[in-house]
DNA sequence: AGGCCTAAACTGGTAAGACCATGGACTGAC
DNA sequence: GTCAGTCCATGGTCTTACCAGTTTAGGCCT
C-alpha cells in the first residue's frame, strides 16, 4: 500500500511487469539497492506494488535474467553485484548474426588493449608492474603446454587492462573475453610446437611489458600492435595449411 | 507435445521458465529463430513446451526485457533484430557503481575510434568516405547551433567507425554512444561561443577526415588522438571556470 | 539444563482457470 | 465497392490453490 508508487510512474505507457521492472532497475542503478540487499517476499512486494504476483514474479524473473538479481528457492531474491558476464552475453547475442565474428572481436580487443596500454603507461603502479612481471615469469614456464600457457597469456592482455585503471575498459575487456577465449587456445594448441614462434611470442610480450615499465606510450602501444600482427599472420598461416591439407585429400 | 524438447535439455538443474528461456536463446543464437518470426501464441507454446502458461510468460517477458522480443498485445510475439540498446543497458548497469564513469567511458570511445580509424584507413568505400564528407559540411554549417552542431559532431565520429567496416567495433562504439551523448551536449553547449575553439575543432574534424581520405592510420590516428586532447584540455578549463565561479560567490 | 529432532511457518515454484483489452479479419449492410 | 460492426485470436492480468525447499522454533529425549 504505502509503496504504490509504481503507478505514479511518469510513463504511463508501460503496463505491469515492464513498469515493476524499471522501478528496481532505476533503484539499482542509483544505488538505492545495493549488492547482497534482500528483497521483500513475493507476496509482500506484489501487495505493495499493486500488482499480482505472476506480473511481479514476471518481472523478478527477467531481473534474475539479466544477472541483476539471484532468486533463491525458500530463502528470497537478492540483489547481486553487476557482473560482465551479462554484458559478454548481450554481446554475443548482438554478435551471433554478424559474419566474420572473431576477427571482427579481435578488431575490439586491439582497440581496447591499445587504448589501455597507453593509460597504463601514465597510471599503473608498482603493484600493477609487479603482477605483470609475474605473469610473464609463468608465460615462460609454460611454454610447451598450451592450456596453461593459453592461460598465462591470456593473463598476461588482462593484467594489461587491468593496469590501466579504467573499469570501462576493464568490462568491455572481460564481455568479449569468452569470445576470443576458444581461438585464443586453438591457436596457441597449434602452434606451440615451433620453437621459432614461441620465442618471438615471449620476445613480444616481454617488450611491450618492458615499453610500459619504462612509461612510453607510443614505444608500447607499437610493441603491441607488433604482436597482434605477428598473431594474425599466425593464423593466416594456420588457414592456408589447413586449406592445403584439405585439397591434397579431399 | 511433439515440441517437448525442453525436458530433454542436458542441463537437468535449471527448471521451468530458465529451461523455456535458454531453450529460446539457443535458437536466436543458432539462428534457428530470425528477426520478424513470429512465435506461436502463448497458450499453445506451454502446451508444447510442457509448462504452464505463467512459467512461459515469464521466459517471455525476460527475453522481451533483453530486448531480444517485440511482445505485441493482440498480435503476438515477434523476434526483434538484435539492438545495440540492450548492450547499452547491460554496460550501464555494469558501470551504474563505478565513480568517474564519465572519463572512463571516454577512454573507450577513443579506444573504438582510434583502431576503427586504422581500418577504415584499409577499408572505407567511396561511400563511406562521401557520408563522412558531407557530415563535414554539416558540422561547419552549423557551428552556431549547439543541438545541431552536437549531432553533426556525433554523426562524423559514428561514420567513422562505420567505416572501419567492423560491426563489433560499431556495436560497442553504439553501446557506449548515449553514456556519452549527455557530456557531448553539454560541453558543446558552452563552447560554442568561442570562434577560436570552434575553428580549432572544424580544423581537427577535417585533419581527421584528409588522412583518412590519403589511407594514412598512423596520420589518422595522431589526428584523432589530438582533437580528444583539445577536448580534454576544454573540459579541463570548463572544470576550472566553473570551480572559481563557484568560489568567488559561495 | 542442554542438545537434537521434528514440525510448522516462512520462502519461492508451478499450475489451472477465468476474465479483460487489444488488434485484425471476416461479414454484413449500405 | 466500400464502410462499419461484430467476432475471434492474442496478449495482459488476477485469483486461487498447491508443491517444494529453507529456516526456525518448540518439544522431546538424554
Do not use: W
Amino acid at each position: 500500500m504505502a509503496l504504490d508508487i509504481v503507478r505514479s510512474d511518469p510513463d504511463e505507457t508501460q503496463s505491469g511487469a515492464a513498469r515493476v521492472f524499471t522501478f528496481f532497475r532505476d533503484r539499482l542503478l542509483s544505488g538505492e539497492l545495493k549488492a547482497g540487499d534482500r528483497l521483500l517476499a513475493e507476496r509482500e512486494l506484489a501487495l505493495a506494488l499493486g500488482v499480482s504476483r505472476p506480473v511481479l514474479r514476471e518481472a523478478l524473473r527477467s531481473l534474475a535474467m539479466l544477472g541483476l538479481l539471484d532468486i533463491q528457492h525458500g530463502r528470497g531474491a537478492f540483489v547481486r553485484a553487476a557482473d560482465a558476464s551479462v554484458l559478454g552475453q548481450a554481446l554475443t547475442l548482438c554478435l551471433a548474426p554478424e559474419p566474420n565474428i572473431l576477427d571482427d572481436v579481435l578488431q575490439a580487443r586491439i582497440a581496447i588493449e591499445c587504448q589501455a596500454i597507453r593509460l597504463a603507461c601514465e597510471r599503473a603502479s608498482e603493484r600493477d608492474l609487479q603482477a605483470i612481471a609475474g605473469i610473464l615469469d609463468t608465460l615462460v614456464d609454460s611454454l610447451d603446454d598450451p592450456e596453461r600457457g593459453g592461460g598465462a597469456d591470456y593473463a598476461f592482455h588482462l593484467a594489461l587492462v587491468r593496469a590501466s585503471g579504467s573499469s570501462a575498459l576493464m568490462k568491455i575487456y572481460e564481455a568479449i573475453s569468452p569470445l576470443l577465449m576458444r581461438s585464443h587456445v586453438e591457436r596457441r594448441r597449434d602452434t606451440f610446437r615451433e620453437p621459432a614462434i614461441t620465442s618471438r611470442l615471449v620476445d613480444a610480450h616481454c617488450e611491450v611489458f618492458l615499453s610500459l615499465a619504462r612509461r612510453e606510450p607510443d614505444q608500447a602501444e607499437r610493441a603491441l600492435r607488433q604482436h597482434f600482427l605477428i598473431g594474425d599472420e599466425l593464423r593466416r598461416k594456420n588457414l592456408i595449411s589447413t586449406y592445403q591439407a584439405r585439397e591434397n585429400q579431399p
